[in-house]
Protein backbone atom coordinates (compact mmCIF):
# COMPACT_ATOMS: atom_id res chain seq x y z
CA UNK A 1 0.00 0.00 0.00
CA UNK A 2 2.85 2.63 0.85
CA UNK A 3 3.93 2.01 -2.85
CA UNK A 4 0.62 2.93 -4.35
CA UNK A 5 0.26 5.79 -2.13
CA UNK A 6 3.92 7.22 -3.16
CA UNK A 7 3.52 6.76 -7.13
CA UNK A 8 -0.15 8.25 -6.65
CA UNK A 9 1.44 11.39 -4.64
CA UNK A 10 3.86 12.26 -7.55
CA UNK A 11 1.37 11.78 -9.92
CA UNK A 12 -0.62 14.20 -8.34
CA UNK A 13 2.68 16.70 -8.06
CA UNK A 14 3.17 16.25 -11.62
CA UNK A 15 0.14 16.50 -12.96
CA UNK A 16 -0.69 19.75 -10.70
CA UNK A 17 2.18 21.57 -12.58
CA UNK A 18 1.41 19.96 -15.94
CA UNK A 19 -2.01 21.77 -14.53
CA UNK A 20 -0.76 25.01 -13.98
CA UNK A 21 1.29 25.71 -16.87
CA UNK A 22 -0.97 24.45 -19.34
CA UNK A 23 -3.59 26.68 -17.95
CA UNK A 24 -1.77 30.17 -16.57
CA UNK A 25 -0.02 32.86 -18.33
CA UNK A 26 3.70 32.72 -18.37
CA UNK A 27 6.05 35.11 -17.08
CA UNK A 28 8.91 34.05 -17.79
CA UNK A 29 10.42 32.00 -20.54
CA UNK A 30 9.48 28.67 -21.71
CA UNK A 31 12.83 26.83 -20.90
CA UNK A 32 12.69 28.97 -17.00
CA UNK A 33 9.28 28.22 -16.48
CA UNK A 34 9.31 24.42 -16.74
CA UNK A 35 12.86 24.30 -14.29
CA UNK A 36 10.75 26.06 -11.85
CA UNK A 37 7.66 23.64 -11.78
CA UNK A 38 10.60 20.80 -11.77
CA UNK A 39 12.46 22.13 -9.14
CA UNK A 40 9.14 22.46 -6.99
CA UNK A 41 8.01 18.73 -7.87
CA UNK A 42 11.04 17.50 -6.88
CA UNK A 43 11.10 19.43 -3.58
CA UNK A 44 7.65 18.15 -3.16
CA UNK A 45 8.29 14.66 -3.86
CA UNK A 46 11.30 14.94 -1.27
CA UNK A 47 8.94 15.74 1.61
CA UNK A 48 6.62 13.36 0.41
CA UNK A 49 9.98 10.79 1.13
CA UNK A 50 9.66 12.28 4.84
CA UNK A 51 6.20 11.99 5.30
CA UNK A 52 5.27 8.52 4.13
CA UNK A 53 8.40 6.66 4.62
CA UNK A 54 11.07 8.17 7.72
CA UNK A 55 7.45 9.44 9.91
CA UNK A 56 5.64 7.54 8.59
CA UNK A 57 3.63 7.19 12.00
CA UNK A 58 3.81 11.32 13.06
CA UNK A 59 0.15 12.44 12.09
CA UNK A 60 1.42 15.56 13.51
CA UNK A 61 4.41 15.71 10.90
CA UNK A 62 2.34 14.82 8.28
CA UNK A 63 0.33 17.60 8.96
CA UNK A 64 2.63 20.19 9.01
CA UNK A 65 4.35 18.66 5.63
CA UNK A 66 1.25 18.63 3.95
CA UNK A 67 0.85 22.42 4.84
CA UNK A 68 4.27 22.96 3.20
CA UNK A 69 3.79 21.11 0.49
CA UNK A 70 0.54 23.19 0.06
CA UNK A 71 2.53 26.37 0.11
CA UNK A 72 4.90 24.98 -2.13
CA UNK A 73 2.20 24.54 -4.79
CA UNK A 74 0.46 27.63 -4.97
CA UNK A 75 3.58 29.44 -4.69
CA UNK A 76 4.89 28.31 -7.64
CA UNK A 77 2.11 28.85 -9.75
CA UNK A 78 1.84 32.68 -8.69
CA UNK A 79 5.66 32.44 -9.72
CA UNK A 80 5.48 31.93 -12.87
CA UNK A 81 2.26 33.47 -13.49
CA UNK A 82 2.30 36.96 -15.70
CA UNK A 83 0.02 37.89 -13.20
CA UNK A 84 -0.19 37.60 -9.44
CA UNK A 85 -3.48 38.17 -7.97
CA UNK A 86 -6.76 36.48 -7.39
CA UNK A 87 -7.49 34.53 -10.70
CA UNK A 88 -4.03 32.78 -10.25
CA UNK A 89 -4.58 31.41 -6.80
CA UNK A 90 -7.97 30.63 -7.62
CA UNK A 91 -6.65 28.65 -10.79
CA UNK A 92 -3.95 27.31 -8.52
CA UNK A 93 -6.29 25.86 -5.79
CA UNK A 94 -8.32 24.51 -8.31
CA UNK A 95 -5.59 22.43 -9.59
CA UNK A 96 -4.98 21.32 -5.96
CA UNK A 97 -8.49 19.50 -6.33
CA UNK A 98 -8.64 17.97 -9.75
CA UNK A 99 -5.37 16.21 -8.93
CA UNK A 100 -6.79 14.99 -5.37
CA UNK A 101 -9.36 13.08 -7.43
CA UNK A 102 -6.85 11.01 -9.33
CA UNK A 103 -4.92 10.26 -5.85
CA UNK A 104 -8.82 9.33 -4.21
CA UNK A 105 -9.25 7.17 -7.50
CA UNK A 106 -5.89 5.37 -6.75
CA UNK A 107 -7.08 4.57 -3.10
CA UNK A 108 -10.74 3.63 -4.30
CA UNK A 109 -9.25 0.95 -6.82
CA UNK A 110 -7.06 -0.48 -4.30
CA UNK A 111 -9.39 -0.99 -1.73
CA UNK A 112 -11.17 -2.86 -4.20
CA UNK A 113 -9.93 -4.56 -6.04
CA UNK A 114 -6.24 -4.90 -4.06
CA UNK A 115 -4.34 -4.67 -6.98
CA UNK A 116 -1.57 -2.35 -6.99
CA UNK A 117 -0.47 -2.16 -11.02
CA UNK A 118 -4.68 -1.67 -11.60
CA UNK A 119 -4.70 1.41 -8.62
CA UNK A 120 -1.79 2.90 -10.43
CA UNK A 121 -2.61 2.45 -14.13
CA UNK A 122 -6.33 4.13 -12.93
CA UNK A 123 -5.01 6.83 -10.66
CA UNK A 124 -2.93 7.98 -14.67
CA UNK A 125 -5.70 7.44 -16.70
CA UNK A 126 -7.97 9.37 -14.16
CA UNK A 127 -5.53 12.52 -14.35
CA UNK A 128 -4.99 12.02 -18.58
CA UNK A 129 -8.88 12.09 -18.39
CA UNK A 130 -9.44 15.28 -16.50
CA UNK A 131 -6.80 17.03 -18.13
CA UNK A 132 -8.13 16.53 -21.25
CA UNK A 133 -11.84 17.67 -20.06
CA UNK A 134 -10.67 20.38 -19.22
CA UNK A 135 -8.56 21.59 -21.37
CA UNK A 136 -11.49 21.03 -24.07
CA UNK A 137 -14.63 22.21 -22.09
CA UNK A 138 -13.43 25.22 -20.06
CA UNK A 139 -9.25 25.71 -21.28
CA UNK A 140 -10.45 28.81 -23.16
CA UNK A 141 -12.17 30.24 -20.55
CA UNK A 142 -9.65 29.85 -17.94
CA UNK A 143 -7.26 31.49 -20.30
CA UNK A 144 -9.85 34.32 -20.61
CA UNK A 145 -10.56 35.01 -16.84
CA UNK A 146 -6.57 35.06 -16.99
CA UNK A 147 -6.39 37.87 -19.70
CA UNK A 148 -9.40 39.77 -18.60
CA UNK A 149 -9.44 42.95 -16.78
CA UNK A 150 -9.69 42.62 -12.91
CA UNK A 151 -12.61 45.11 -12.40
CA UNK A 152 -12.79 43.65 -8.85
CA UNK A 153 -11.06 41.33 -6.50
CA UNK A 154 -12.16 37.59 -6.52
CA UNK A 155 -11.36 36.42 -3.50
CA UNK A 156 -14.20 35.13 -2.63
CA UNK A 157 -13.78 32.85 -5.29
CA UNK A 158 -11.08 30.94 -3.85
CA UNK A 159 -12.91 30.00 -0.88
CA UNK A 160 -14.83 27.02 -3.80
CA UNK A 161 -11.02 25.22 -4.29
CA UNK A 162 -10.38 25.82 -0.40
CA UNK A 163 -13.71 23.99 1.19
CA UNK A 164 -13.66 21.59 -1.50
CA UNK A 165 -10.17 20.54 -0.84
CA UNK A 166 -10.60 20.68 2.92
CA UNK A 167 -13.88 18.48 2.04
CA UNK A 168 -11.11 15.82 0.12
CA UNK A 169 -8.46 15.78 2.87
CA UNK A 170 -10.77 14.70 5.69
CA UNK A 171 -12.65 11.80 4.14
CA UNK A 172 -9.60 10.54 2.47
CA UNK A 173 -6.93 11.21 4.00
CA UNK A 174 -6.40 13.26 7.48
CA UNK A 175 -6.89 11.90 10.35
CA UNK A 176 -8.44 8.80 8.65
CA UNK A 177 -8.22 7.31 5.19
CA UNK A 178 -10.17 5.81 2.83
CA UNK A 179 -8.34 2.40 3.66
CA UNK A 180 -9.56 3.05 7.45
CA UNK A 181 -12.74 3.88 6.22
CA UNK A 182 -13.69 2.44 3.15
CA UNK A 183 -17.82 3.65 4.52
CA UNK A 184 -17.00 7.05 2.97
CA UNK A 185 -15.86 5.74 -0.56
CA UNK A 186 -19.71 6.88 -1.60
CA UNK A 187 -19.37 9.90 -0.22
CA UNK A 188 -16.07 10.59 -1.54
CA UNK A 189 -17.37 10.07 -5.34
CA UNK A 190 -20.47 11.92 -4.96
CA UNK A 191 -17.94 14.57 -3.53
CA UNK A 192 -15.76 14.68 -7.09
CA UNK A 193 -18.61 14.71 -9.10
CA UNK A 194 -20.13 17.97 -7.41
CA UNK A 195 -16.99 19.42 -7.19
CA UNK A 196 -16.60 19.08 -11.25
CA UNK A 197 -20.02 19.85 -11.72
CA UNK A 198 -19.54 23.59 -9.83
CA UNK A 199 -16.41 24.21 -11.26
CA UNK A 200 -18.01 23.93 -14.74
CA UNK A 201 -21.23 26.04 -13.66
CA UNK A 202 -18.98 28.94 -11.82
CA UNK A 203 -16.72 29.17 -14.50
CA UNK A 204 -19.11 29.30 -17.46
CA UNK A 205 -21.05 32.39 -15.54
CA UNK A 206 -17.83 34.10 -15.17
CA UNK A 207 -17.12 33.70 -18.75
CA UNK A 208 -20.96 34.99 -19.50
CA UNK A 209 -20.36 38.03 -17.21
CA UNK A 210 -17.14 39.02 -19.05
CA UNK A 211 -18.96 38.57 -22.62
CA UNK A 212 -21.74 40.68 -21.02
CA UNK A 213 -19.32 43.45 -20.30
CA UNK A 214 -17.51 43.11 -23.67
CA UNK A 215 -21.09 43.57 -25.76
CA UNK A 216 -22.09 46.44 -23.95
CA UNK A 217 -18.96 48.39 -24.68
CA UNK A 218 -18.99 47.20 -28.40
CA UNK A 219 -22.23 48.76 -28.16
CA UNK A 220 -21.14 51.80 -26.69
CA UNK A 221 -18.53 51.88 -29.26
CA UNK A 222 -21.05 50.98 -32.06
CA UNK A 223 -23.36 54.29 -31.05
CA UNK A 224 -20.15 56.60 -30.57
CA UNK A 225 -19.22 55.35 -34.06
CA UNK A 226 -22.60 55.77 -36.06
CA UNK A 227 -23.37 59.09 -33.91
CA UNK A 228 -19.74 60.11 -35.20
CA UNK A 229 -20.82 59.28 -38.85
CA UNK A 230 -23.76 60.73 -38.72
CA UNK A 231 -22.31 64.43 -37.83
CA UNK A 232 -19.67 63.79 -40.26
CA UNK A 233 -22.04 63.59 -42.63
CA UNK A 234 -23.88 66.32 -41.26
CA UNK A 235 -20.34 68.46 -41.39
CA UNK A 236 -20.01 67.38 -44.89
CA UNK A 237 -23.50 68.27 -46.67
CA UNK A 238 -22.99 71.65 -44.53
CA UNK A 239 -19.76 72.33 -45.87
CA UNK A 240 -20.83 71.24 -49.69
CA UNK A 241 -23.85 73.82 -49.52
CA UNK A 242 -21.92 76.40 -48.54
CA UNK A 243 -19.06 76.19 -50.96
CA UNK A 244 -21.77 75.98 -53.51
CA UNK A 245 -22.89 79.20 -52.16
CA UNK A 246 -19.43 80.28 -52.68
CA UNK A 247 -18.76 79.21 -56.16
CA UNK A 248 -22.05 80.48 -57.10
CA UNK A 249 -21.16 84.45 -55.59
CA UNK A 250 -17.41 83.47 -57.01
CA UNK A 251 -18.42 85.30 -60.31
CA UNK A 252 -19.59 88.58 -58.78
CA UNK A 253 -16.71 88.33 -56.30
CA UNK A 254 -14.34 88.46 -59.51
CA UNK A 255 -16.34 91.62 -60.88
CA UNK A 256 -15.61 93.40 -57.75
CA UNK A 257 -12.37 92.75 -57.93
CA UNK A 258 -11.52 93.33 -61.19
CA UNK A 259 -13.40 96.54 -60.79
CA UNK A 260 -11.20 97.41 -57.13
CA UNK A 261 -8.20 96.63 -59.21
CA UNK A 262 -8.95 99.69 -62.05
CA UNK A 263 -9.54 101.81 -58.81
CA UNK A 264 -6.43 100.65 -56.96
CA UNK A 265 -8.35 100.01 -53.82
CA UNK A 266 -5.99 97.21 -52.81
CA UNK A 267 -6.73 97.35 -49.29
CA UNK A 268 -10.66 96.40 -50.00
CA UNK A 269 -9.31 93.77 -52.48
CA UNK A 270 -7.58 91.88 -49.51
CA UNK A 271 -10.44 92.34 -47.46
CA UNK A 272 -12.37 90.07 -49.81
CA UNK A 273 -9.90 87.27 -50.35
CA UNK A 274 -9.77 87.68 -46.55
CA UNK A 275 -13.38 86.70 -46.56
CA UNK A 276 -13.07 83.93 -49.16
CA UNK A 277 -10.67 81.99 -47.03
CA UNK A 278 -12.36 82.78 -44.11
CA UNK A 279 -15.65 81.23 -45.90
CA UNK A 280 -13.33 78.07 -47.13
CA UNK A 281 -11.78 77.49 -43.95
CA UNK A 282 -14.89 77.67 -41.82
CA UNK A 283 -16.48 74.55 -44.26
CA UNK A 284 -13.02 72.75 -44.05
CA UNK A 285 -14.10 69.30 -42.43
CA UNK A 286 -11.33 68.49 -40.31
CA UNK A 287 -9.19 65.39 -40.22
CA UNK A 288 -6.96 64.11 -37.67
CA UNK A 289 -5.94 60.41 -39.31
CA UNK A 290 -6.11 58.44 -42.04
CA UNK A 291 -7.94 55.45 -39.66
CA UNK A 292 -11.60 56.13 -40.48
CA UNK A 293 -12.88 54.13 -37.21
CA UNK A 294 -10.47 56.41 -35.13
CA UNK A 295 -11.06 59.83 -36.73
CA UNK A 296 -14.69 59.15 -36.35
CA UNK A 297 -14.58 58.78 -32.79
CA UNK A 298 -11.83 61.58 -32.33
CA UNK A 299 -14.57 63.80 -34.43
CA UNK A 300 -17.38 63.20 -32.07
CA UNK A 301 -15.30 63.25 -28.89
CA UNK A 302 -14.24 67.14 -30.40
CA UNK A 303 -17.82 67.98 -31.03
CA UNK A 304 -18.40 66.70 -27.61
CA UNK A 305 -15.39 68.75 -25.88
CA UNK A 306 -16.59 71.97 -28.26
CA UNK A 307 -19.96 71.69 -26.98
CA UNK A 308 -18.93 72.53 -23.08
CA UNK A 309 -16.24 74.97 -24.64
CA UNK A 310 -13.58 72.55 -23.68
CA UNK A 311 -9.99 73.58 -25.51
CA UNK A 312 -9.19 69.70 -27.24
CA UNK A 313 -5.42 69.89 -28.16
CA UNK A 314 -4.99 66.38 -30.19
CA UNK A 315 -1.14 65.12 -31.36
CA UNK A 316 -2.64 62.06 -33.43
CA UNK A 317 -0.57 59.67 -35.66
CA UNK A 318 -2.80 56.72 -36.59
CA UNK A 319 -2.25 55.64 -40.24
CA UNK A 320 -5.20 53.45 -42.04
CA UNK A 321 -3.75 50.19 -41.42
CA UNK A 322 -2.89 49.40 -37.82
CA UNK A 323 -1.56 46.29 -35.90
CA UNK A 324 -4.36 46.52 -33.23
CA UNK A 325 -7.98 45.89 -33.30
CA UNK A 326 -9.41 49.51 -34.64
CA UNK A 327 -12.82 48.90 -32.88
CA UNK A 328 -11.37 47.97 -29.56
CA UNK A 329 -8.40 51.01 -29.45
CA UNK A 330 -11.47 53.17 -30.78
CA UNK A 331 -13.43 52.26 -27.42
CA UNK A 332 -10.71 52.70 -25.32
CA UNK A 333 -9.63 56.46 -27.21
CA UNK A 334 -13.75 56.78 -26.38
CA UNK A 335 -13.69 56.10 -22.85
CA UNK A 336 -10.77 58.10 -21.87
CA UNK A 337 -11.10 61.26 -23.36
CA UNK A 338 -14.99 61.03 -22.62
CA UNK A 339 -13.93 60.82 -18.74
CA UNK A 340 -11.47 63.64 -19.11
CA UNK A 341 -14.28 66.14 -20.82
CA UNK A 342 -16.95 64.78 -18.14
CA UNK A 343 -14.12 65.71 -15.59
CA UNK A 344 -13.94 69.27 -17.07
CA UNK A 345 -17.70 70.36 -17.99
CA UNK A 346 -18.13 72.41 -15.04
CA UNK A 347 -14.38 73.63 -14.51
CA UNK A 348 -13.09 77.00 -14.51
CA UNK A 349 -12.99 78.43 -17.87
CA UNK A 350 -9.36 78.81 -18.11
CA UNK A 351 -8.74 75.55 -17.17
CA UNK A 352 -11.04 73.56 -19.58
CA UNK A 353 -8.36 72.37 -21.68
CA UNK A 354 -7.08 68.55 -22.59
CA UNK A 355 -4.06 67.73 -24.26
CA UNK A 356 -3.30 64.11 -25.80
CA UNK A 357 -1.12 62.34 -27.88
CA UNK A 358 -2.48 59.84 -30.05
CA UNK A 359 0.27 57.54 -31.45
CA UNK A 360 -0.32 53.90 -33.39
CA UNK A 361 2.25 52.63 -35.77
CA UNK A 362 3.79 49.45 -36.55
CA UNK A 363 6.69 50.28 -33.88
CA UNK A 364 4.56 50.65 -30.84
CA UNK A 365 0.91 52.01 -29.32
CA UNK A 366 0.87 55.80 -27.80
CA UNK A 367 -1.89 57.03 -25.80
CA UNK A 368 -0.62 60.44 -23.38
CA UNK A 369 -3.85 62.09 -21.89
CA UNK A 370 -3.85 65.05 -19.36
CA UNK A 371 -6.49 67.55 -18.41
CA UNK A 372 -6.61 69.96 -15.55
CA UNK A 373 -8.48 67.71 -12.37
CA UNK A 374 -9.73 69.53 -9.59
CA UNK A 375 -11.30 66.96 -7.66
CA UNK A 376 -9.77 64.04 -5.62
CA UNK A 377 -9.05 60.89 -7.35
CA UNK A 378 -9.04 57.62 -5.58
CA UNK A 379 -7.05 55.25 -7.34
CA UNK A 380 -7.76 50.98 -7.27
CA UNK A 381 -5.61 49.37 -5.31
CA UNK A 382 -5.12 46.45 -7.46
CA UNK A 383 -5.36 48.12 -11.12
CA UNK A 384 -3.83 51.28 -10.21
CA UNK A 385 -6.61 52.55 -11.89
CA UNK A 386 -9.05 55.47 -11.28
CA UNK A 387 -11.92 53.99 -9.64
CA UNK A 388 -15.50 55.30 -9.95
CA UNK A 389 -16.89 57.61 -7.72
CA UNK A 390 -20.80 56.32 -9.02
CA UNK A 391 -20.36 52.79 -7.04
CA UNK A 392 -21.35 49.68 -8.35
CA UNK A 393 -22.25 48.82 -11.79
CA UNK A 394 -19.55 51.91 -13.02
CA UNK A 395 -15.74 51.97 -13.70
CA UNK A 396 -16.59 50.20 -16.72
CA UNK A 397 -14.73 51.68 -18.84
CA UNK A 398 -11.10 51.82 -17.22
CA UNK A 399 -11.66 47.55 -16.86
CA UNK A 400 -12.30 47.88 -20.92
CA UNK A 401 -8.55 50.06 -20.64
CA UNK A 402 -7.11 47.40 -18.16
CA UNK A 403 -7.59 44.41 -20.27
CA UNK A 404 -7.31 46.02 -23.55
CA UNK A 405 -3.42 46.72 -22.22
CA UNK A 406 -3.46 43.40 -20.66
CA UNK A 407 -3.56 42.00 -24.39
CA UNK A 408 -0.86 43.79 -25.85
CA UNK A 409 1.13 43.09 -22.62
CA UNK A 410 1.49 46.73 -22.62
CA UNK A 411 2.20 49.37 -19.30
CA UNK A 412 -0.26 51.92 -17.63
CA UNK A 413 0.72 55.13 -15.85
CA UNK A 414 -1.81 56.31 -14.29
CA UNK A 415 -1.56 59.32 -11.84
CA UNK A 416 -2.77 63.03 -10.42
CA UNK A 417 -0.45 65.68 -9.23
CA UNK A 418 -1.23 69.31 -8.82
CA UNK A 419 -4.40 69.28 -9.91
CA UNK A 420 -3.45 67.44 -13.43
CA UNK A 421 -4.64 64.20 -13.79
CA UNK A 422 -2.27 62.13 -16.49
CA UNK A 423 -2.44 58.57 -18.13
CA UNK A 424 -0.36 57.14 -20.50
CA UNK A 425 -0.92 53.75 -22.01
CA UNK A 426 2.18 52.20 -24.16
CA UNK A 427 2.45 49.39 -26.10
CA UNK A 428 5.39 47.85 -28.06
CA UNK A 429 4.59 45.67 -31.07
CA UNK A 430 7.61 43.15 -31.78
Known amino acids: MIYVKNISYTLSHIFFLVF ?37 ESGLFYFFTTIIQIIIAQSTGLCISRKRDSRVLFISLSASNYVIVGSITASILYILTGSIY ?36 RWELCLIPVFFFCSFSCLAFFPHTLYEIPQNILVSIFLMITMLVSYVVVLRYLDSETKQVEEYWKNVM ?20 NLQI ?19 EYDEIRSITGHINEVVNENKVNRYCENLVINTILMKIAEQAQSFQI ?3 LDVIVPRQIPVNEYEFAMILANLLENAVISLKSADPSKKYIDAKIHCTKEYLLTDIENECEEEVTFDSITGLPKSR ?14 FCDKLNGNIDCYCENNRFRIILFAKFS
Open 222 to 241: FESYIKGLESQNYLVEQSEQ
Open 20 to 56: IYLFLIHRYSKKKTIGICFLSCCLMNLLDYFKLNVFS
Open 390 to 403: KGKGHGLGMRSVQA
Open 118 to 153: LAIVGNLLMHLAILLVLVWKIGTIFHKFCEQGLGKS
Open 311 to 313: TLH
Open 246 to 264: LRHDMRHYSMMIDALLNQG
